[in-house]
């Protein structure tokens, strides 16, 4: 009897680490986690910003937001991508910080 009680006491062991492995792999160490959006109003807007303030878009760069400046207007911020301004990995970093607003006629 206590024999088996030492097995059952493994096996429940075992199963509980295999269930913390489990929950600890879908919670990647090393993958970048959602960015909170801010309000629409708090958005840079890439049509009209000067390259000062773009650059106070989280994960901006000098050269990126130069780019963003010498190709406008834009249509939707996809067009960034879409027009070859900045590849898809930069893009992703900012596009919930931007929006792109028209000028009214």
């Known amino acids: 009897m206590h024999g088996r009680l030492k097995t059952i006491a493994l096996a429940v062991s075992l199963v ?8 600890q792999s879908l919670a990647k160490p ?11 109003e ?3 807007d890439i049509n009209h910003a000067a390259t000062e303030q773009l650059l106070k878009v989280p994960g901006m760069t000098r050269s990126w937001a130069e780019r963003i400046v010498r190709f406008r207007p834009y249509r939707s ?3 960034l991508v879409d027009q070859g301004v900045m590849p898809s990995a930069v893009y992703d970093r900012i596009k919930n910080y931007i929006i792109a607003h ?4």
């Open 30 to 40: 090393g993958a970048e986690q959602p960015t909170p959006s801010p309000p629409p």
């Open 102 to 105: 028209h000028d009214k006629p």
């Open 42 to 44: 708090a958005r840079i």
């Open 77 to 79: 911020k996809q067009d």
């Open 16 to 23: 509980c680490v295999q269930a913390c492995c489990a929950s």
